[in-house]
């Protein structure tokens, strides 16, 4: 082609540029026929050179077309491509932004079968450093293609996205990257800024471009991400006060949160932060959490996760820490079955600095339990039954010394005539009585801001809601308030709180950041003074350390209620505790049983604490012959919360003496009574519901017998029976399960006292006039409402207790005085098991076998028993010791080793061996080893053929 020729197709090339604009499908029509008479050599470059003619023009499009021609050109004659060439065209044209992604994937193909591996992957980056360099991410899947390129140059994945993103970010090229893209780089993004200040100022600077994404979602998104990534690498310890001010509202609240909290100092100076009591009202708001481990948690001070040299080192570093935490170990002493804690307290006690500081504690709660407030009584008696259950009197024998516990009748009296919170309320406020889920109140001023659930917030005043005045709950991180003009949200950082406005924008809330105003917080005082109806002088409501005190004029505590920001509301309490300062504009429940409140006397009190003994249903159903002034529910409940307190303390006033031999002062109320030589101790929580639910069968007796069973009453069902381990039909068991030598007096104590508590009761005497009857619906549907029921039958009484929806089954007690069953057939039900009756028992018995015990020593076992019940029922030698012994293969791996019983008893339990009789059938068994006289063990050993014929008579029935 002449140089006329080339010079006439540029001027016309050139024409065809300039109506681009006006014009493009001429333009595009126009440059196709000239390159139609060009050889195949020519036609990329000519198509390239139309590119950047294009490009020049800002007719991006057209330039992106031409650019896509000249690849075809190549594709259509790949022998004449030349991979150096194209390099350099791809350097050239994809900063320019018209390389079509399908354009640059095909030469990433192609660099990927013609170069070698590890070139091809060196020229593709060099691509995207150029592209990266005008800050341009050329298309969306560069991600994949690098991974690709480095699976064949051998090259990790993670390195090559790490390698990725770290160019992203500091060519600055990462804010204008797309949706996929900053979806690509996640993990990378997590691993490069981890702990590394220098990626994670750069991923601040990567604040996406809002102009770079055209769909608004997608651009949305991308903030979200970015976002996300900036909590991720705890970048905000980098953010500044200016960056808040940016771009605060475009956070979603939980990820503000966040970043405040890292930001920390930044926003809460070192001279800013308050601390204190009104920054404790609201200590619920704060980011993060986690929970405690190691010296921090202390209920794994008794285990072998914390040595007790640290935490003697920790004792003497941080004194008051220890102490608090200290009270928190103390209250935790038996909760876990497979902890020894006496012996952590005897490990504990050779470190002086816990001594002297369990020392000090004893003698605080010692002076507390002489308290004439409640609560004070209550919170310290309960600390000291708990280091007398665990042996501390052998470590400090001056523990009893002085020990004289207040009488928590009396403390009643005095808390019930001064003033309880149950008597006031905001009538303004109606939780409901179906109330669920938590509330959170801030109070500023006269400006109460509640927020239920976790959605609405609502603002009261003194004398009512704000009508039409709501917002959104946007995070739990926040406390939202109302100042009187607007909404605030406050986030606690570094003890202090830092203060956002608050508004809706469409479905979402929105917090802006003003340094001005950042300072900001409710003003709720953290005490106040409120006079209770019928009260000469006002009490002292009182906010410290997580609980909110009611002071008496003179210094009595009637009250103390925790309190937090958030709290959980339930049918039992539907309504919350309200911060301190709200009490002066709360108002009487029920005036007139106020007034019997102020003039109580003892003897009420006393039958107040007696019918809460057996728990809140049977109070309730008690009532109203304590204080029938009382007609309004949620002071009755009130008052029964009061006197179930009082009742609590009186029961562990009556454990706490006789744990330490302490003399009685005066008899202890009839519930709780025992014979002296059969003392319940941590069962003696058991004897007043176990008690109350026979005392409502003597009183259905009364009623003349019908000539079929019918329903006579219901009544509510007693609390479950706390502390007690030994149950119905299973007292033989207990018995037996206590002469073996391998419990310890750690193991065997309470089920001594578990089957002291039964023997000190009707249903534990032995006679044979009780059974427990398991029923089922006869329709399969459930029946939890029957439970309560009283029944009379011909021959004695049935009471509907628990019911099981597990496997639709209620518990159904029968009485019958002499002792003579029918079988029962009542509307509605069928027999779902085999009635347990009420087996070996009775108060000499017990008495007998502790004596016994005493003098003779744990029993040694005889493998020859297990052989007998073996050879008479045909069972394994393994089920037949677990039924004689007791143990089962779960023994070994949560309670005791298997070094700890004989190796003629071991041999029963092969490694993995398994057991073929039901656990249920084995119970039903071994209850009749025991003989009738407790004597016959040492003499002749277990009942071997009662129980062998036990055993044949239930092996098919539903047990």
């Given at each position: 082609?002449?140089?006329?020729?080339?010079a006439?197709?540029d001027?016309r090339?050139?024409?065809?540029?300039?109506?681009?604009?006006?014009?493009?499908?001429?333009?595009?029509?126009?440059?196709?026929?000239?390159?139609?008479?060009?050889?195949?050599?020519?036609?990329?470059?000519f198509?390239?050179?139309?590119?950047?003619?294009?490009?020049?023009?800002?007719?991006?499009?057209?330039?992106t077309?031409?650019?896509?021609?000249?690849?075809?050109a190549?594709k259509?004659?790949?022998?004449?491509v030349?991979?150096?060439?194209?390099?350099?065209?791809?350097?050239?044209?994809?900063?320019?932004?018209?390389?079509?992604?399908?354009?640059?994937?095909?030469?990433?193909?192609?660099m990927?079968?013609?170069?070698?591996?590890?070139e091809?992957?060196?020229?593709?980056n060099?691509?995207l450093?150029?592209?990266f360099?005008?800050?341009?991410?050329?298309?969306a899947?560069?991600y994949?293609?690098?991974?690709?390129?480095?699976r064949?140059?051998?090259i990790?994945?993670?390195r090559?996205?790490?390698d990725?993103t770290?160019?992203?970010?500091?060519t600055?090229?990462?804010?204008?990257a797309?949706?996929?893209?900053?979806?690509?780089?996640?993990?990378?993004?997590?691993?490069?800024t981890?702990?590394?200040e220098e990626?994670?100022?750069?991923?601040i600077?990567?604040?996406?471009?809002t102009?770079?994404?055209?769909d608004?979602?997608?651009?949305e998104?991308?903030?979200?991400?970015?976002?996300?990534?900036?909590?991720r690498?705890q970048a905000?310890?980098?953010?500044?006060e200016?960056?808040?001010?940016?771009?605060?509202?475009?956070c979603?609240?939980?990820?503000?949160?966040?970043?405040?909290?890292?930001?920390?100092?930044?926003?809460v100076?070192?001279?800013r932060?308050?601390t204190?009591?009104?920054?404790?009202l609201?200590?619920?708001?704060?980011?993060?959490?986690g929970r405690?481990?190691?010296l921090?948690?202390p209920?794994?001070?008794?285990t072998?996760?914390?040595?007790?040299a640290?935490?003697?080192?920790?004792?003497?570093r941080d004194?008051?820490?220890?102490a608090r935490?200290?009270?928190?170990?103390?209250?935790?002493?038996g909760?876990?079955a497979?902890?020894?804690?006496s012996a952590?307290?005897h490990?504990m006690?050779?470190?002086p600095?816990?001594?002297?500081?369990?020392r000090?504690?004893?003698?605080?709660?010692?002076?507390?339990?002489a308290?004439p407030?409640?609560?004070?009584?209550?919170?310290?008696v309960?600390?000291?039954?708990?280091?007398?259950?665990?042996?501390?009197?052998?470590?400090?024998?001056?523990?009893?010394?002085?020990?004289?516990?207040a009488?928590?009748?009396?403390?009643?009296?005095?808390?019930?005539r001064?003033?309880?919170?149950e008597?006031?309320?905001?009538p303004h406020?109606?939780?409901g009585?179906?109330?669920r889920?938590?509330?959170e109140?801030?109070?500023?001023?006269d400006?109460l801001?509640?927020?239920?659930g976790?959605?609405w917030?609502?603002?009261?005043t003194?004398d009512?809601?704000?009508?039409?005045?709501?917002m959104?709950k946007?995070s739990e991180?926040f406390v939202?308030?109302?100042?009187?003009?607007e909404?605030l949200?406050s986030?606690?950082v570094?003890g202090?709180?830092?203060?956002?406005?608050?508004?809706?924008?469409?479905?979402?809330?929105?917090?802006?950041f003003?340094?001005?105003?950042r300072n900001r917080?409710?003003?709720g005082p953290?005490?106040?003074?409120?006079?209770f109806?019928?009260?000469?002088?006002?009490?002292?409501?009182?906010?410290?350390d997580?609980v909110?005190?009611v002071?008496?004029?003179?210094?009595?505590v009637?009250?103390r209620l925790?309190y937090?920001?958030?709290?959980?509301?339930?049918?039992?309490?539907p309504?919350p505790?309200?911060?301190?300062?709200?009490?002066?504009?709360?108002?009487?429940?029920?005036p007139?049983?106020?007034?019997?409140?102020?003039?109580?006397?003892r003897e009420?009190?006393?039958r107040?604490?007696?019918?809460?003994?057996?728990?809140?249903g049977?109070?309730?159903?008690?009532?109203p012959k304590?204080?029938?002034?009382?007609s309004?529910?949620?002071l009755?409940d009130?008052?029964?919360?009061?006197?179930r307190?009082?009742a609590?303390?009186?029961?562990n006033?009556?454990?706490?003496?006789?744990?330490?031999?302490?003399?009685?002062?005066?008899?202890?109320p009839?519930?709780?009574r025992?014979r002296?030589?059969?003392?319940?101790?941590?069962?003696l929580?058991?004897?007043p519901?176990?008690r109350w639910?026979e005392g409502?069968?003597?009183?259905a007796?009364?009623?003349?017998a019908?000539?079929e069973?019918?329903?006579?009453?219901?009544?509510p069902?007693?609390?479950?029976?706390?502390?007690l381990?030994?149950?119905f039909?299973?007292?033989g068991v207990?018995a037996?399960?206590?002469?073996?030598?391998?419990?310890?007096?750690?193991?065997?104590r309470?089920?001594?006292?578990?089957?002291?508590?039964?023997a000190?009761?009707?249903?534990?005497?032995?006679s044979?006039r009780w059974?427990?009857?398991r029923?089922?619906?006869?329709?399969?549907?459930?029946?939890e409402?029957?439970?309560?029921?009283?029944?009379?039958?011909?021959?004695?009484?049935?009471f509907?207790?628990?019911?099981?929806r597990?496997?639709?089954?209620?518990?159904v007690?029968?009485?019958?005085?002499?002792?003579v069953?029918?079988?029962?057939?009542?509307?509605?039900w069928?027999?779902?098991r085999?009635?347990?009756?009420?087996?070996w028992?009775?108060?000499?018995?017990?008495?007998?076998?502790r004596?016994?015990?005493g003098?003779?020593?744990?029993?040694?076992?005889?493998p020859?028993?297990v052989?007998?019940?073996?050879e008479?029922t045909g069972?394994r030698t393994?089920?037949?010791?677990?039924?004689?012994?007791?143990?089962?293969?779960?023994?070994?791996?949560?309670?005791?080793?298997?070094?700890?019983?004989?190796?003629?008893?071991?041999a029963?339990?092969?490694?993995g061996?398994?057991?073929?009789?039901p656990y249920?059938?084995?119970d039903?068994?071994t209850?009749?080893?025991?003989p009738?006289?407790?004597?016959d063990?040492w003499?002749?050993?277990?009942?071997?053929a009662?129980?062998?014929?036990?055993?044949?008579e239930?092996?098919?029935?539903?047990v």
């Amino acid at each position: 082609m002449s140089d006329t020729q080339l010079a006439e197709r540029d001027t016309r090339l050139a024409e065809l540029v300039e109506m681009a604009a006006d014009e493009p499908r001429k333009a595009r029509a126009g440059v196709t026929r000239l390159a139609r008479p060009l050889p195949a050599e020519k036609l990329a470059p000519f198509f390239e050179r139309a590119c950047r003619r294009f490009a020049a023009a800002a007719a991006n499009e057209l330039a992106t077309w031409a650019f896509t021609q000249a690849r075809k050109a190549d594709k259509n004659h790949p022998s004449l491509v030349d991979m150096d060439r194209l390099h350099q065209v791809f350097l050239e044209f994809t900063p320019m932004g018209v390389v079509a992604p399908t354009a640059l994937r095909n030469h990433v193909a192609l660099m990927g079968e013609r170069l070698a591996p590890e070139e091809a992957y060196r020229r593709y980056n060099e691509i995207l450093d150029a592209a990266f360099a005008v800050g341009l991410v050329p298309y969306a899947r560069i991600y994949p293609d690098a991974r690709k390129l480095a699976r064949a140059a051998k090259i990790k994945k993670a390195r090559a996205e790490d390698d990725l993103t770290a160019r992203l970010l500091r060519t600055g090229a990462l804010r204008y990257a797309s949706h996929a893209v900053w979806n690509a780089a996640h993990d990378s993004l997590a691993r490069l800024t981890e702990g590394d200040e220098e990626f994670q100022r750069l991923l601040i600077a990567a604040a996406p471009d809002t102009d770079a994404e055209d769909d608004p979602h997608l651009a949305e998104e991308i903030q979200r991400m970015w976002l996300d990534a900036l909590v991720r690498a705890q970048a905000g310890v980098h953010l500044t006060e200016e960056w808040f001010v940016e771009y605060a509202g475009r956070c979603r609240p939980s990820v503000l949160a966040r970043l405040t909290g890292q930001a920390g100092v930044r926003l809460v100076p070192d001279g800013r932060a308050e601390t204190g009591p009104a920054a404790d009202l609201l200590s619920d708001a704060r980011p993060g959490g986690g929970r405690a481990h190691g010296l921090q948690d202390p209920s794994l001070w008794a285990t072998s996760i914390v040595d007790t040299a640290d935490l003697a080192a920790f004792a003497e570093r941080d004194p008051a820490e220890f102490a608090r935490l200290l009270d928190a170990f103390v209250v935790d002493l038996g909760h876990y079955a497979n902890i020894d804690y006496s012996a952590a307290l005897h490990r504990m006690w050779q470190e002086p600095a816990i001594r002297n500081a369990l020392r000090e504690k004893a003698a605080a709660w010692k002076a507390e339990a002489a308290s004439p407030s409640l609560p004070v009584v209550s919170r310290a008696v309960h600390r000291l039954l708990r280091l007398a259950d665990h042996d501390y009197a052998e470590l400090d024998p001056a523990f009893t010394d002085g020990l004289q516990p207040a009488d928590p009748v009396d403390a009643l009296r005095t808390a019930l005539r001064r003033g309880i919170p149950e008597e006031l309320h905001f009538p303004h406020a109606t939780w409901g009585p179906r109330a669920r889920g938590t509330v959170e109140l801030v109070q500023h001023g006269d400006y109460l801001t509640a927020v239920v659930g976790r959605h609405w917030a609502r603002v009261y005043t003194p004398d009512g809601q704000i009508p039409d005045l709501r917002m959104v709950k946007g995070s739990e991180d926040f406390v939202l308030w109302y100042d009187g003009e607007e909404f605030l949200d406050s986030l606690r950082v570094r003890g202090s709180l830092v203060t956002f406005h608050a508004r809706i924008d469409g479905p979402r809330l929105v917090l802006t950041f003003d340094p001005a105003t950042r300072n900001r917080r409710p003003d709720g005082p953290t005490e106040s003074e409120v006079t209770f109806p019928g009260a000469d002088e006002p009490s002292r409501v009182v906010f410290r350390d997580g609980v909110i005190s009611v002071i008496a004029p003179g210094g009595t505590v009637t009250a103390r209620l925790p309190y937090q920001l958030r709290q959980k509301l339930t049918p039992e309490r539907p309504a919350p505790v309200y911060p301190p300062g709200w009490w002066p504009h709360l108002r009487p429940v029920d005036p007139d049983g106020s007034a019997a409140l102020r003039d109580l006397d003892r003897e009420r009190a006393e039958r107040l604490v007696e019918a809460a003994l057996a728990g809140r249903g049977p109070a309730r159903d008690a009532w109203p012959k304590p204080v029938p002034e009382i007609s309004e529910p949620a002071l009755r409940d009130g008052v029964i919360g009061h006197a179930r307190d009082a009742a609590q303390c009186v029961l562990n006033i009556v454990r706490l003496r006789e744990r330490l031999g302490l003399p009685q002062p005066a008899q202890p109320p009839t519930p709780l009574r025992t014979r002296p030589d059969l003392p319940a101790g941590g069962a003696l929580a058991a004897l007043p519901a176990l008690r109350w639910v026979e005392g409502v069968v003597r009183d259905a007796m009364e009623i003349p017998a019908p000539s079929e069973p019918r329903p006579v009453r219901v009544v509510p069902l007693p609390d479950p029976l706390p502390g007690l381990s030994v149950s119905f039909g299973a007292t033989g068991v207990a018995a037996l399960d206590t002469v073996w030598p391998w419990k310890t007096e750690r193991t065997r104590r309470p089920v001594l006292e578990g089957l002291n508590a039964w023997a000190n009761t009707m249903r534990g005497d032995g006679s044979g006039r009780w059974r427990l009857l398991r029923l089922t619906p006869e329709d399969g549907m459930h029946r939890e409402d029957a439970s309560g029921e009283v029944w009379r039958t011909p021959r004695g009484v049935l009471f509907f207790g628990h019911y099981s929806r597990h496997d639709k089954m209620m518990g159904v007690w029968e009485y019958a005085p002499d002792g003579v069953f029918d079988p029962v057939e009542l509307p509605g039900w069928r027999e779902l098991r085999t009635p347990v009756p009420q087996g070996w028992g009775g108060a000499d018995r017990v008495s007998a076998l502790r004596r016994l015990l005493g003098e003779r020593g744990p029993l040694h076992p005889d493998p020859a028993w297990v052989h007998e019940l073996a050879e008479r029922t045909g069972m394994r030698t393994t089920d037949a010791a677990m039924i004689v012994f007791g143990i089962r293969y779960y023994t070994f791996t949560h309670y005791l080793p298997r070094e700890a019983f004989p190796a003629e008893i071991l041999a029963f339990y092969p490694e993995g061996g398994r057991h073929e009789v039901p656990y249920s059938l084995q119970d039903a068994v071994t209850e009749c080893l025991m003989p009738d006289d407790p004597a016959d063990l040492w003499g002749h050993g277990p009942d071997i053929a009662r129980a062998a014929a036990r055993y044949l008579e239930l092996r098919d029935a539903p047990v």
